[in-house]
């Protein structure tokens, strides 16, 4: 559900065990992934509904796994941006 992914290469020790301590407090997202929107670059993503539950789980991934968030946010230094929702 969080893109761009990590290339399978990158995919480690680590990795899964930074991803479990960020899920291991995490019980249930109350939302609805109901529309089909574009990030500019072409990336596509089901939207959800509301979006505040899942931008928090985005930030707890990105305060554990900087250097994946610093690979979303591309060469200019930003996240990328919702063209449609």
Same mark, same amino acid.
């Given at each position: 559900?969080?893109?761009?992914?990590?290339? #399978?290469?990158?995919?480690? !020790?680590?990795?899964? *065990?930074?991803? #479990?301590?960020?899920?291991?407090?995490?019980?249930?997202l109350d939302l609805e992934l109901s529309?089909?929107?574009?990030?500019?670059?072409?990336?596509?993503?089901?939207?959800? !509904?509301?979006? !505040?539950?899942?931008?928090?789980?985005?930030?707890?991934f990105a305060a554990a796994l900087p250097?994946? *968030?610093? *690979?979303? #946010?591309?060469?200019?230094?930003?996240?990328?941006?919702?063209?449609? #929702?």
């Amino acid at each position: 559900m969080l893109g761009p992914f990590v290339d #399978r290469s990158d995919v480690g !020790e680590h990795l899964v *065990a930074a991803t #479990r301590d960020v899920l291991e407090p995490v019980r249930t997202l109350d939302l609805e992934l109901s529309v089909i929107s574009h990030f500019m670059g072409g990336l596509t993503y089901l939207a959800c !509904e509301p979006t !505040e539950p899942f931008s928090q789980l985005t930030e707890m991934f990105a305060a554990a796994l900087p250097a994946v *968030a610093a *690979a979303r #946010r591309g060469v200019r230094g930003r996240r990328p941006s919702p063209v449609d #929702r």
